[in-house]
C-alpha cells in the first residue's frame, strides 16, 4: 500500500505561467517522504540524536508527465522498492487528488503528473560516510516489505 499525502499548489511553486516549477516536484516528494517516515514511527530529529545518523538522498530519476497548475490539490505518494542495510529505494508519484473540486477537464481524478525513484542513504551525521541503518531502523523496513508483499494495491491518504 502507498503512503499520500496531500499537497495544494500555491503561487511560490508556479513559473510565471501558472505552471509548476520542474524542481518543485523534488521538494512535495521530499514532504512525502518525511511524513511516510513519520508515519512509519521514524522522528529523524530524534533517530539522529539518539544515532548519530541521518538519510541524504544520493540519487533521483525523474519522468515528468502532465503538469500542474496554481491552486491544483495532488497527492504525493511514497513507497518503498527496497531496503538495503545502508539505503532505500522508494518509488514515488505525484498524482490530481481526486478530491479536488472545479478540476480542469483535462484533469481526471489520479492523473499520473511526475513519477520517480529516490534513494536515500544512511550516513554518519559528522563525517557524511555512508553507514548501515540502525536496527530498529531496518526492523521497520523489513516488516514493510512483509506487509507489501501481503497487501494489494491502494493509498493510504494522510491528512497535513
Known sequence: MSFAFPIRIYWEDTDAGGIVFYANYLK?????RTEWLRSLGIAQQQLRHET????VVSET?????RPARLDDQLLVTAEL?????ASLIIGQRVLSNPEQKNAPENLPAHALLCEG???IGWV???TLRPARLPPSVSAIFERLVIVRNSAGPGLSTVKP
Open 28 to 32: 512535495f516528494m521530499e514532504r512525502a
Open 52 to 55: 548519530g545518523g541521518i538519510f
Open 61 to 65: 530519476q525523474l519522468k515528468y508527465h
Open 81 to 85: 522498492r527496497q531496503a538495503g542495510s
Open 117 to 119: 525513484t529516490i534513494r
Open 124 to 126: 554518519d551525521a559528522a
